[in-house]
Nanobody, 120 residues
Framework: VQLVESGGGLVQPGGSLRLSCAAS????????MGWVRQAPGKEFEWVSS?????????TYASSVQGRFTISRDNAKSTVYLQLNSLKFEDTAMYFC?????????????RGQGTQVTVSS
């Protein structure tokens, strides 16, 4: 399993970024995918997840609801996270995660992460 995140960077408050996660080594189209983040000195926090079933709704942490949008492209084995209206408190390392049997999102298999820094 390989998960490679990209798209992070430095952005001003109110700005936007689009994170991508290229997945390989498993049948991407049959796994739920998610994003978690870790701010400096803090615990991991689940951000969002998306089912492999089109009929299931995407879900978001209340802290990002209405600002972040998760999506996936099964043909490209890629999951995305659109970050809008960024706030200082969104500064964190963002990791994409693969649904992992027996584990919640915080303990799921994840990539190396991409840094998002919100600063003026």
């Amino acid at each position: 399993v390989q998960l490679v995140e990209s798209g992070g960077g430095l952005v001003q408050p109110g700005g936007s970024l689009r994170l991508s996660c290229a997945a390989s080594g498993f049948d991407f189209s049959h796994y739920d995918m998610g994003w978690v983040r870790q701010a400096p000195g803090k615990e991991f926090e689940w951000v969002s997840s998306i089912s492999y079933k089109d009929t299931f709704p995407t879900t978001y942490a209340s802290s990002v609801q209405g600002r972040f949008t998760i999506s996936r492209d099964n043909a490209k084995s890629t999951v995305y996270l659109q970050l809008n209206s960024l706030k200082f408190e969104d500064t964190a390392m963002y990791f994409c995660a693969k649904q992992t049997p027996g584990r919640n999102w915080l303990g799921a298999t994840r990539g190396q992460g991409t840094q998002v820094t919100v600063s003026s």
